[in-house]
């Protein structure tokens, strides 16, 4: 199992520029999340979803979309991006049946808005 | 506003030594409370967990303590290694639904030899 994968690793956008995030895992969890880490502030819930089909916002959802299409992938948009996007974005699954809550972590994307 | 509030900021011990962060909460509903730790440039990773039903979880050299009157849990890493050098969340959730984790604002701990 590769777990929880990210693409890509880092990305420097200009301001407006539009931008989606990978999230890909191969654990056949049926949750999924999106959170933010900014130095200080710990990690801030976006998006998360419970299943195919179904998503719903988190803490800090403004700025960001959401798909999920299929059990494996749950791609995070950004439309027009801005400088307070700057931050490391990881992905996260878990199965409350398989995983008793526990949240398995990709590597992170570290974006940089200009 | 911050769901769960984290102590301290950061944290320097003596190889050997004890080290303690402390995390608090206001949300009674709570019942999962874990910690994850996160190597520099690696996605965070669960280190153990505990859930009200039990005042104390030990796995190893890592301890929680929970406290539910005083909505309080702490973590202590016994026999403190330099290979446990790192960045300690805490973080709390509901288990009904999606089990959305709220996370302190994170410790950053250095052992030195």
């Known amino acids: 199992n590769a777990g929880v994968t990210q693409t890509p690793k880092f990305r420097i956008l200009k301001i407006g520029q539009s931008m989606t995030l990978q999230c890909t895992q191969d654990?056949?969890?049926?949750?999924m999340y999106w959170y933010r880490q900014d130095p200080g502030m710990g990690l801030k819930l976006i998006y998360y979803s419970v299943g195919a089909g179904i998503t719903d916002k988190g803490e800090v959802p403004n700025g960001y979309n959401v798909s999920r299409s299929t059990t494996e992938d749950f791609p995070l948009r950004l439309e027009l991006a801005a400088p307070s996007q700057t931050s490391v974005y990881f992905c996260a699954s878990s199965d409350l049946w398989q995983t008793e809550g526990t949240q398995y972590f990709g590597p992170g994307t570290r974006l940089l808005v200009l | 506003q911050q769901q769960v509030k984290q102590s301290p900021q950061s944290l320097i011990v003596q190889k050997g030594g004890i080290s303690i962060i402390n995390c608090a909460y206001e949300?009674?509903?709570?019942?999962?409370f874990p910690w994850y730790q996160q190597f520099p440039g690696k996605g965070p990773a669960l280190l153990i967990a505990i859930r009200p039903d039990v005042s104390e979880k030990k796995e190893g050299r890592f301890t929680i303590s929970f406290n539910k009157s005083a909505k309080q849990f702490s973590l202590h890493i016994m026999d403190s290694q330099p290979g446990d050098s790192a960045t300690y969340f805490c973080?709390?959730?509901?288990?009904?639904?999606?089990?959305?984790?709220?996370f302190g604002t994170g410790t950053r701990l250095t052992v030195i030899p």
């Open positions: 654990m056949n969890h049926n949750y």
């Open positions: 973080a709390a959730s509901q288990e009904t639904g999606a089990n959305n984790l709220f």
């Open positions: 949300n009674t509903a709570f019942d999962y």
